[in-house]
């Protein structure tokens, strides 16, 4: 979603004429944002990234990512473990 | 079982199925919208009163996607389609359960005599909406729904509802055989019998009911099959201090379409053996499953050694006749 859209989205939850109706759609655009992050987690997962990349690409830190998503994640995926600095 | 242990675990089956449901549809918390699914899917009187309205479970779960996706659509974002499938085990793990969740199933199922549909009428008094949203994406009128769910208990259910009465039960559980406990639980999966009978009856598709349980499944050259207890994560890395067992199973008695018992005999010295039996009922497009389990008493001085730890082992029996039935569900749903 470009920016426009992001800010057309805002004024459109924020002008609802029932404030009710405009945090349900929040709700739902909790639910498709958390779904889409898990995927994307998933997918570099599975290209080979680290839990360390993940992190550094979603702007939070490693034990955050990994506390959230190390279970939730199709368990089939083989997660590297984690590797020592140089 | 007491009612209390019984609504325990079923309010434990619901969370799980919920947890189902939200993983099948791609979300990652489930909330309770999909303990509606999961109390369509677990075939209780909440169910008939909907599957009467002409509510199926794939409806159900498409009326969901809708509301999200309309709701979407009055911030101008079109949702992608998220469902997935699912993996071969039970993969809900890690899907959190919002805490409104496990607040309306304590509440809606504590007071003594309540069934699944003072659940069902939790859900759509719930002031966000979701559920009602949902009804009316089916074409159903929510405050009809509502009313339809008062009911007076189990006695007045079991002298009025003609359509309760007409709903054939399962046969009665597998005759006990003497000095062994026998645990049953009961189920309904929304696929024909046939269906159901071919999974569960065909060899090589154990795996895929019973897989959560089972590492793999081989097939001697005697032709017993032999069962290889998990001891692996999904990812392939073993499961630390899970010792290995294999179990002989041997199909005990079979009535084709009907019922099928296998004896399930460890290969390990001092292992319990079991007696685990499915039985099948047609219930329209349905069909009612009991899964039990049997196992042998212990006698002597074991007996007294090891009945504090009794009530743990049957509920963990029961807990697996869960996974075993929504393993049943998941694969054909």
Do not use: N
Request: aromatic share 2%.
């Amino acid at each position: 979603m470009g920016e426009r859209d992001a800010s057309e989205a805002v004024a459109r939850a924020t002008q609802a004429a029932d404030p009710r109706e405009g945090l349900r759609a929040v709700a739902s655009l909790r639910v498709l944002t958390e779904s889409l992050e898990l995927r994307q987690v998933e997918a570099a997962l599975r290209a080979g990234l680290s839990w360390q990349q993940v992190a550094d690409c979603l702007g939070v830190t490693r034990q955050a990512v990994h506390r959230k998503y190390h279970r939730r994640i199709d368990q089939s995926i083989a997660v590297p473990r984690r590797e020592r600095r140089p | 079982m007491s009612g209390l242990a019984d609504k325990a675990l079923t309010s434990g089956a619901l969370a799980l199925a919920a947890t189902e449901e939200c993983a099948r549809l791609g979300h990652t918390r489930a909330g309770l919208e999909h303990l509606f699914l999961a109390v369509l899917g677990h075939g209780g009187p909440a169910a008939r009163l909907l599957a009467s309205h002409g509510v199926t479970l794939a409806d159900a779960r498409d009326a969901v996607t809708r509301v999200h996706a309309a709701r979407l659509a009055s911030l101008g974002v079109t949702a992608p389609d998220l469902t997935r499938e699912l993996p071969d085990r039970i993969g809900a793990e890690g899907v959190e359960t919002d805490d409104r969740v496990g607040g309306v199933l304590g509440v809606a199922l504590a007071p003594s005599g309540a069934d699944d549909r003072d659940l069902l009428r939790a859900l759509v008094d719930d002031e966000g909406g979701l559920v009602r949203d949902v009804l009316g994406g089916l074409g159903l009128d929510a405050d009809a729904v509502r009313a339809a769910t008062v009911h007076e208990g189990p006695e007045a259910d079991a002298d009025a509802a003609p359509e309760d009465a007409d709903v054939p039960a399962v046969e009665a559980a597998p005759p006990s055989m003497p000095g062994w406990r026998t645990i049953s639980r009961d189920g309904v999966v929304p696929a024909p019998v046939g269906e159901v009978w071919a999974l569960v009856a065909t060899p090589s598709r154990r795996m895929e009911w019973d897989g959560v349980l089972l590492d793999a499944v081989e097939r001697r050259d005697d032709g017993v099959q032999l069962l290889h207890l998990s001891t692996t994560r999904p990812d392939g890395r073993r499961i630390p201090l899970v010792p290995s067992v294999t179990v002989e199973c041997r199909v005990l008695s079979l009535d084709p379409g009907g019922a099928i018992s296998w004896s399930l005999t460890p290969t390990t010295r001092r292992a319990v053996p079991e007696v685990l039996t499915v039985q099948l009922q047609a219930d329209g497009d349905a069909t009612r499953v009991r899964l039990s389990v049997q196992t042998p008493r212990l006698r002597g001085p074991l007996a007294w050694i090891g009945a504090p730890a009794r009530p743990l082992a049957a509920g963990v029996q029961r807990m697996r006749l869960v996974t075993r039935l929504a393993g049943i569900s998941r694969r054909l749903s």
